[in-house]
């Protein structure tokens, strides 16, 4: 079934290019050289009033029956890179009728995708030949941001299998988790045309993009990453400072601990914390932080509490509402192996003992039961 | 005590006690009605227990008989817990009947394990006592054991303690009474375990096959409903007796597997098959096991297996943690391994090692009908499933969180999971087009992916998979692609936290060697399974049921091979490796064996 798909559609890509002949050009129209607003559909922030110049890099994306479609890259007024971006039009081709896809991509300096401009003159088709409504294009880029989508470990045939009825008594409705999936992620009707634009955007090219950033790399990139809201900027940056980068970049940092997602935030406290912990007052905003932050992220900032000060113990004692059952017995087991236990936690561990809405407060009974 | 309750109970379906206390094991019931009962957190609360797993309907009592040996006025504790407390009513509510009343206290309302106070009623020792557990919701009340003392003290909590308390009323010695002889232990009937006792069951050895639940095939059996995955290397033969077709996961079809491996495993005259016995304890000497201990997980009767090989197929490691064998749990750095993988950075393989591990999942669904169905409110379950609204749970349903153990925790984590699902369900009927929707099944046992791993002469990583590393002992073969899930909330606060995301990478044809089945230090003991030895990003593709199949096969042929030589399992490799490698190629065609009936 699957080679039979896949002789089909290199047959029709092969027609295709009879039908097309090779190197269509993008409409002039389309052909963008300074960027003063953000692109349509776009993942990245857009200050009012930027203004991008495009220059040449020597990547480009092959197309079959197309040829190879320059990929261009955008820079501000201080020559700083923005955005890559490419104009693409590639033929999409499906059960004996194929068309070109007209479709503007952008990247960001990772490889990653920032979005995309429609053709204003072609706009891209359903399978009935009706026009993408703003809603489709939506859900198609709703599509290209999931990098990790079905459509890439999935050949095309497999897409479109439908799952075996169940025959006997019991549960029915478990329609088969692929195709649930992609009729959740892929336009209705365009099932090919999102395939062809996910794998353009998500191809080898993401790799050459970030080598060519990578090569140009430099401090004020990294911070401007640091400080963007895009979350694998973020992370780039907090890979690649170096620990005086990190000092002087703490108060941003210390800022995303709270802010940030929990994968940005526990990476932080994994691997900087140990620059940080020495110092109580650099400390402090990440323990102010601790109702805040996601359950996963106060663990490992709870690992540090050898380190805390008497205050910051304290007051941990008075938020045992935030803590998971394990953080609780964690922290009672910090307090047992000290040689005194204030009177102000005490005070507060009896108050939370004493509360008939806390799910835990058996567990400080118990702790009070043998340690008093 | 509770050993006098077993005998009595096969004797005479009644129980004969002689002290003011009497402790009454609820798994011990003459007929436990609707309530199920649970041994999975044995380790952790200290019991099976029944839980009245009714999906939102009350289940039908379960009911007793008690002989006192003393009349009089008895003070009576039950062991139960609220599974969510917070402020709302408990979801578990019961009551306790005592012959024909019924006692005014609600149970199930205190939080975490321990004993709650139920009341006072008078006992005449010339009748038969009659006791019930009366359901009142449907939605997973639970009650482990109930205590009847003429004094009113009530019986310790803290796990320690009431251990010592049980066993010191129960009167237990030490060393169960029945010693059983075997060629091979193997503990754990998922389909590693099953596969290792057929294994070495064709070739001749005595087997003992030790199972907690009442059925084969663990994560692929009826009451969990994972399909297999993975191929069937070199034992196809074998595999094909115990595996599942690829119906959906959750499919009621899982009972047709069900019937077919039961019936193929009990077709061996060499399997002594110990369905609903629980291993409990391993002792070892010299880094050598000599006994597992294990208890009927209904009756608490106790039986000791010593053999001189044993097959830790158990998936949490369990005989390898009691006998002392190194293990591992959680994400090794990324440096540890070399396991890096640029696109996934983080998710993939940390920079800093972690307890993050793969989670667990709670399979169900449910039906449309012809007629209105109801499903009553569960603000419990709400802080939970917020407003995710669905009828039927997929793999991605799986839980997971660093504070977390697989093990220690796998009662809130399956808890967890009853929440995410109840208030799913609940909001999705609150959609028109679900009016007629009745929530047909949902397992109460937890699914899980990753937990223990155990030691062995060569741990398996992800680069073994992705450069398809042949091995002079690479006995199970796997094509699968490296599959390792993570939770998506730890992306974006906002998706559900019982959801989770799987990053795949396809490789080549890979090989497990035998090296990793067999524990680095604890000389006779082999693994099958999700605790085989392997890093948390190795066991990304082999983690699912035909490989780990092939797993149990693979150590049930080489158990043979050391009865025969009378050596170690790292023998095999040593020594003997190419009368292994002949054998497991030689047992393809194997025609019907003379063991077999």
């Known amino acids: 079934m699957r080679r039979l798909a896949l002789g089909i559609l290199l047959l029709l890509t092969h027609l295709c290019e009879a039908q097309f002949g090779s190197a269509v050009s993008f409409p002039n129209s389309s052909e963008k050289t300074v960027l003063d607003k953000s692109p349509e559909f776009f993942v990245l922030s857009w200050k009012q009033g930027t203004i991008l110049n495009r220059s040449e890099t020597p990547m480009e994306i092959v197309v079959d029956s197309v040829g190879a479609q320059k990929v261009n890259i955008f820079q501000d007024n201080s020559d700083a890179p923005v955005l890559y971006s490419s104009n693409i039009i590639t033929p999409v081709c499906a059960d004996g009728d194929c068309r070109l896809m007209h479709i503007t991509l952008y990247w960001t300096l990772l490889g990653d995708y920032a979005g995309f401009d429609r053709s204003s003159e072609e706009p891209l088709t359903k399978h009935d030949h009706d026009e993408f409504l703003f809603s489709d294009y939506w859900k198609l880029h709703e599509l290209l941001k999931d990098h990790n989508s079905i459509l890439k470990r999935r050949a095309i045939d497999e897409l479109v299998t439908k799952p075996k009825p169940s025959t006997i008594e019991g549960v029915d409705a478990l329609s088969g988790a692929t195709i649930k999936e992609v009729k959740e992620s892929v336009v209705s009707g365009a099932l090919y045309s999102c395939y062809v634009a996910w794998h353009l955007v998500h191809g080898d090219i993401k790799d050459q993009i970030k080598a060519f950033t990578v090569a140009q790399q430099t401090e004020g990139m990294l911070v401007r990453m640091l400080n963007n809201e895009n979350i694998n900027y973020q992370m780039y940056a907090l890979e690649n400072l170096t620990k005086n980068q990190y000092d002087t970049n703490f108060s941003r940092i210390s800022k995303l601990f709270k802010s940030g997602i929990p994968l940005v935030r526990s990476f932080i406290i994994k691997n900087l914390a140990e620059s940080f912990s020495k110092e109580p007052n650099k400390m402090q905003p990440f323990w102010d932080a601790l109702p805040y932050i996601d359950i996963n992220t106060r663990s490992l900032l709870l690992q540090h509490i050898d380190t805390a000060s008497e205050a910051t113990v304290t007051s941990i004692s008075g938020q045992l509402s935030v803590l998971t059952k394990n953080q609780i017995r964690d922290f009672l087991s910090h307090l047992e192996n000290k040689s005194q236990i204030s009177s102000e936690i005490l005070k507060n561990l009896r108050n939370f003992a004493g509360s008939n809405k806390e799910k835990n407060s058996y567990l400080v009974v118990q702790f009070l039961e043998d340690n008093s | ?597």
């Open chain 2, 1 to 597: 005590m509770k050993k006098l309750l077993i005998v009595t109970l096969l004797l005479f379906s009644s129980i004969s006690l002689f002290a003011q206390d009497v402790l009454v094991e609820a798994e011990s019931f003459d007929n436990p009605g609707g309530w199920l009962v649970d041994p999975q957190f044995v380790e952790q609360m200290g019991s099976p227990y029944l839980n009245a797993h009714g999906m939102g309907k009350p289940v039908k009592n379960a009911s007793t008989k008690v002989n006192f040996n003393k009349s009089g006025s008895y003070h009576i504790w039950v062991r139960t817990m609220n599974w969510v407390p917070g402020e709302w009513e408990a979801p578990g509510k019961f009551q306790l009947k005592v012959n024909e009343a019924v006692l005014d206290t609600v149970l199930g309302t205190r939080s975490g394990w321990g004993w709650q106070y139920a009341g006072e009623t008078k006992i005449n020792k010339k009748n038969e006592t009659h006791i019930e557990l009366v359901d009142l919701t449907g939605f997973n009340g639970r009650c482990d054991a109930i205590y009847f003392s003429t004094k009113k003290t009530t019986p310790p909590s803290s796990p320690k303690k009431l251990a010592a308390w049980r066993q010191e009323l129960a009167a237990e010695p030490n060393a169960p009474e029945e010693l059983k002889t075997y060629d091979l232990v193997v503990v754990g009937g998922g389909l590693a375990g099953c596969a290792a006792a057929i294994a070495g069951a064709e070739q001749g050895l005595k087997v003992a096959l030790i199972h907690d639940r009442p059925v084969l095939g663990g994560n692929a059996s009826e009451e969990i409903r994972v399909h297999t995955e993975g191929i069937y290397g070199n034992f196809e033969r074998i595999l094909k007796k115990i595996d599942t077709k690829h119906y959906p996961n959750g499919s009621a079809e899982s009972k047709l597997d069900q019937q077919k491996r039961d019936e193929n495993v009990k077709s061996y005259d060499n399997i002594d098959l110990f369905l609903n016995w629980r291993a409990y304890d391993a002792i070892s000497e010299e880094n050598s096991v000599k006994y597992v201990d294990a208890r009927q997980t209904f009756t608490g009767e106790r039986k000791r297996f010593t053999a001189p090989y044993f097959v830790d197929s158990t998936g949490d490691g369990w005989i390898g943690f009691w006998a002392g064998a190194e293990f591992s749990y959680g994400r090794e750095s990324v440096d540890t391994y070399g396991e890096y993988w640029e696109e996934h950075g983080e998710l993939w393989s940390p920079k800093e090692a972690d307890n993050a591990v793969m989670g667990s999942s709670v399979l169900w669904g449910s039906k449309d009908t012809d007629s209105p169905q109801s499903f009553p409110e569960v603000p419990w379950a709400m802080p939970v499933s917020k407003d995710y609204a669905e009828v039927n749970g997929e793999w991605q349903w799986e839980f997971s969180r660093n504070d977390l153990s697989q093990i220690d925790d796998a009662e809130e984590i399956r808890d967890h999971m009853l929440r995410a699902i109840y208030g799913s369900f609940s909001n999705a009927k609150k959609d028109e087009v679900n009016k007629n929707r009745k929530l047909e099944w949902v397992s109460y046992l937890v699914g899980k992916r990753e937990s223990r791993r155990l030691v062995g002469d060569h741990i398996f990583t992800f680069n073994d998979a992705k450069e398809g590393r042949e091995f002079p002992d690479g006995v199970v073969i796997e094509k699968r692609a490296v599959d390792v899930h993570y939770q998506t909330v730890l992306e974006d606060e906002k998706n559900p936290d019982f959801i989770s995301e799987a990053l795949f990478y396809r490789g080549p044809q890979y090989y497990i060697p035998y090296r990793s089945l067999y524990s680095k230090n604890i000389s006779n003991l082999f693994m099958a399974g999700r605790n085989f030895s392997c890093s948390h990003a190795g066991l990304g593709g082999p983690r699912v049921m035909l490989t780990t199949g092939q797993m149990g096969a693979a150590v049930g042929y080489a158990a043979s091979l050391c009865k025969k030589y009378e050596v170690m399992p790292r023998e095999i490799y040593t020594g003997y490796l190419q009368e292994y490698l002949d054998l497991i190629e030689e047992q393809k065609y194997e025609k019907i064996p003379t063991s077999k009936k």
